[in-house]
C-alpha cells in the first residue's frame, strides 16, 4: 500500500543552521512527490515538486529512489520558514495524493 | 489565480445534527477532494470527485457522504455528526496538473 512517512512532528533549529525535513515513501509504481507549507493562519499550499527540480525560497528536495526519500532542505534557516510542512504522494495516474503526518519547524532566533 | 473557498470558517454543532461543508471553486477544475487534518495525524482523504456526480472513497469515508451536481460545487454532508468528527475540514481542487490547490478550512466543532 502507498504510504508517506515524516518521521519527526517537530524540527527546532536556530537561524542561519541547515535544515532537513524527512520524508519517506512507499509505493511500487514510478512516484510523485511534492512537500506542501502551511504558514500561521495561511491555507495549505504547493512549495515543491520533485518532477520540476526547483529551488524554492532556498529549498531543495531531491527524490532518492533507492532510498525511497524525499527529504527537504535548505542550508541556511530563516524564521520566516517557521511552518508546517508535508510530504505528499501522487499516484493512480496522479488522481490520488496522500500525505504524510507533517512536521512543524520551528527556527529560533 | 485558482480561487477554493469554503462555507464557512468555523462552525460548531451538536451531536446528532447533520452538518453540510460546501466547496466552491472558480477554476473549472475536474478533481476536487475533501481532507480532515488532525495534529500528527496530517491530512486524510475522506472523499474525492473526478466529475460531476463521480465520486470515490478516500481513506476514511465512514460518517460522511459527498455531492457534486455541478463541477465548480462539492459538498460533504455528515450524516450524523459525533464528537470525533470535531476538526479542520480542507476541501482541495487539481486541474491536469499534479498541483493541489487548497480552501481557507472549515473548523467544525461537535458538542
Known amino acids: 500500500a502507498q504510504r508517506v512517512t515524516q518521521p519527526e512532528k517537530l524540527l527546532s533549529v536556530f537561524k542561519g543552521a541547515p535544515v532537513e525535513l524527512k520524508c519517506n515513501y512507499s509505493y511500487s509504481g514510478s512516484p510523485e512527490l511534492f512537500w506542501y507549507v502551511q504558514y500561521s493562519r495561511q491555507r495549505l499550499q504547493l512549495l515543491l515538486r520533485h518532477i520540476s527540480r526547483e529551488s524554492i525560497k532556498g529549498f531543495t528536495a531531491d527524490l532518492n529512489k533507492g532510498e525511497t526519500s524525499f527529504h527537504l532542505k535548505k542550508p541556511f534557516a530563516q524564521e520566516e520558514d517557521s511552518a508546517m510542512y508535508y510530504c505528499?504522494?501522487?499516484?493512480?495516474?496522479?488522481?490520488?495524493?496522500?500525505f504524510g503526518s507533517g512536521t512543524r519547524l520551528s527556527i529560533r532566533p | 489565480d485558482v480561487k477554493v473557498t469554503q462555507s464557512s470558517r468555523y462552525l460548531v454543532k451538536r451531536t446528532g445534527e447533520k452538518v453540510f461543508l460546501e466547496c466552491v471553486q472558480d477554476m473549472d477544475h475536474e478533481n476536487m477532494f475533501w481532507y480532515r487534518q488532525d495534529p500528527g495525524l496530517g491530512l486524510r482523504l475522506i472523499y474525492f470527485s473526478y466529475d460531476v456526480k463521480m465520486k470515490e472513497k478516500g481513506d476514511i469515508p465512514e460518517g460522511y457522504s459527498v455531492s457534486r451536481e455541478k463541477k465548480e460545487r462539492f459538498s460533504l454532508i455528515l450524516e450524523s455528526a459525533s464528537t470525533n468528527q470535531t476538526s479542520m475540514y480542507l476541501c482541495?481542487?487539481?486541474?491536469?496538473?499534479?498541483?493541489?490547490?487548497f480552501g481557507p478550512g472549515t473548523r467544525l466543532t461537535v458538542t
Open positions: 505528499a504522494l501522487a499516484y493512480s495516474s496522479a488522481s490520488k495524493i496522500i
Open positions: 482541495a481542487t487539481k486541474g491536469r496538473v499534479d498541483e493541489q490547490y
